[in-house]
């Protein structure tokens, strides 16, 4: 079964940090893929956070720069979003994607989201 399943949301205070996972199943296999991360508060538009290609290029939205770490770890098969520094508008769901190859914005894998709450 092909899955991407998300972890490590969570309720901080500002200035906190989270770690959010992407575990990859089935034939995803991340060292093939291109893969991001997302959000989406409640009334707005889905943004996108980070990305990695598959040759691991990483570009981030300017809203998150400084503050988050988008990593993988291929030996397990899992994706990483490292967030510090929190704020109260990082509150979101947030989402992992994947498409595989090269990026081309077209993400065809989703997962179900993981929740997270900054309370300032």
């Known amino acids: 079964q092909v899955q991407l399943v998300e972890s490590g949301g969570g309720s901080v205070q500002a200035g906190g940090s989270l770690r959010l996972s992407c575990a990859a199943s089935?034939?995803?296999?991340?060292?093939?893929?291109?893969m991001g991360w997302f959000r989406q508060d409640t009334g707005k538009e889905r943004e996108g956070v980070a990305k990695i290609t598959r040759g691991g290029t990483i570009t981030y939205a300017d809203s998150v720069k400084g503050r988050f770490t988008i990593s993988r770890d291929t030996s397990k098969n899992t994706l990483y979003l490292q967030m510090n520094s929190l704020k109260p508008e990082d509150t979101a769901m947030y989402y992992c994607?994947?498409?595989?190859?090269?990026?081309?914005?077209?993400?065809?894998?989703w997962g179900k989201g993981t929740l997270v709450t900054i309370s300032s």
């Open positions: 994607a994947a498409e595989w190859g090269r990026c081309t914005g077209n993400m065809a894998f």
């Open positions: 089935g034939y995803l296999i991340i060292s093939s893929l291109c």
